[in-house]
């Protein structure tokens, strides 16, 4: 892994139903943990850290929206600002440690990882954690919302103003994804999932049940890490059960436990093939005791090689 | 095929929300509609918001617009009323 972090904020909480996600970036940088903030647990696992500020977000001129997807305008400006920050820090030759921020900053994040790496040569893949699918299109989301279609829409399936970022598409090859901890996959969602033949790609909590969080996620590591530049990593903080991680706005109850959670990111981060990190969909505002923003930045410094000894 | 040349006049340029309004509008032609900065420039889609602010076509631009289609002279016509009037900015 790299010996240098970059940490990103990017406070974009529109793309979710719900106010609050854009707090999550604050909450979890400015959080004391053991009297420490989120940068100096990280410079104490040995890293040089840079903390790259906030990108600076368009944010919608109303908050209702009728079109699908929603605040596609804001989305598009504030897709360009968080790509060009996220190659900022890759030209450093620093590790991106991206604080979200909703669910649709995972079109832009990615893509600017996945357009840094194509430029020399090579593919990346991608672990998405999550409890929820996020393949929704425009055509089939039920809400309109966009932090339901950014694995969609890096796979190539969306609105061409987003799969287009970064001049071509898609951004990832299927081949190279793995999800791990879906149990609320819309209907069309899971049309989406067989018509594109990526079944084997989904590890849902079902499979976590029969088969153990380290087996599954072994078999996820091995799927992205076929990639030949590395494979990035996403994490929405709803795949834990909602009595581990409270503050989200689309909980669903039978996630990952707070073990189980740890377990991923710490073999994750053995196996050492993680190109950036990126945490989503915690919302202070919906938290208790800031038991989940504090979560988010153990989760983060798990991914990063922290250790019980 | 039509083509005229038309002036960025409002003082923030073709942003995200003025790339917008002409989407909507160019959306409302059947006509393909294209925008260019400078001659042998880069071309943009005035269909795709993207496409639009990559041009980056700040305050002062000369963009040449032109429209290939059935509706072609009321699609440039439409466009240089927006244009003319600064994408309601001005």
């Known amino acids: ?33 053991r009297g420490r903030n989120l940068a100096d ?24 929206a009728f079109e699908s997807p929603k605040h596609l305008v804001e989305m598009i400006e504030s897709s360009r600002r968080i790509i060009d920050s996220v190659e900022a820090i890759l030209k450093d030759d620093a590790l991106p440690i991206i604080l979200g921020g909703d669910h649709a900053i995972a079109i832009p994040t990615y893509s600017a990882i996945a357009a840094h790496y194509r430029r020399k040569g090579t593919e990346t893949g991608l672990i998405w954690f999550d409890a929820h699918a996020d393949i929704n299109t425009p055509e089939t989301s039920p809400s ?16 061409p103003d987003l799969t287009g970022l970064c001049g071509y598409s898609p951004k990832l090859n299927s081949k190279y994804l793995a999800h791990v901890g879906a149990r609320d996959v819309d209907e069309g969602e899971r049309s989406q999932i067989a018509n594109l033949g990526i079944r084997d790609n989904f590890f849902t909590m079902s499979d976590i049940d029969k088969r153990g969080m380290a087996a599954v996620v072994k078999d996820a590591i091995d799927i992205a890490s076929q990639a030949p530049g590395g494979y990035a990593v996403t994490f929405d903080i709803d795949m834990i059960d909602p009595r581990f991680a409270p503050g989200s ?14 377990l991923a990111l710490e073999m994750i981060a053995e196996h050492g093939g993680m190109r950036s990190f990126e945490i989503v969909e915690v919302n202070p505002l919906l938290d208790q005791s800031n038991i989940t923003v504090e979560l988010a930045c153990e989760l983060i410094l798990s991914a990063l090689g922290k250790t019980i000894l | 095929m039509v083509s005229r040349r038309l002036k960025v006049v409002n003082p923030l340029g073709l942003h995200a929300r003025a790339a917008a309004k002409l989407v909507r509008l160019a959306n409302g032609f059947t006509s393909d509609i294209s925008l260019e900065r400078e001659r042998g420039g880069l071309v943009a889609d005035a269909k795709s918001i993207l496409s639009l602010l990559q041009l980056a076509a700040g305050s002062g631009s000369e963009i040449l617009i032109t429209a290939c289609g059935d509706d072609e002279a009321d699609a440039i016509c439409a466009i240089e009323d927006l244009f003319g009037s600064g994408f309601g900015e001005v």
């Open chain 1, 1 to 33: 892994m790299k010996s240098k972090v970059g940490i990103l904020g990017v406070p974009l909480g529109f793309g979710a139903g719900q106010t609050g996600s854009e707090l999550g970036v604050n909450a979890m940088r400015l959080s004391r943990i």
């Open chain 1, 41 to 64: 647990h990280i410079r104490a696992l040995g890293f040089s850290v840079t903390d790259y500020g906030d990108v600076s977000i368009m944010q919608p001129e109303s908050p209702d």
């Open chain 1, 144 to 159: 309109g919302n966009i932090h339901g279609m950014p694995l969609a829409t890096i796979l190539g399936h969306g609105h």
């Open chain 1, 249 to 262: 706005g689309t909980l669903v109850r039978g996630g990952a436990t707070y073990r189980e959670a740890h």
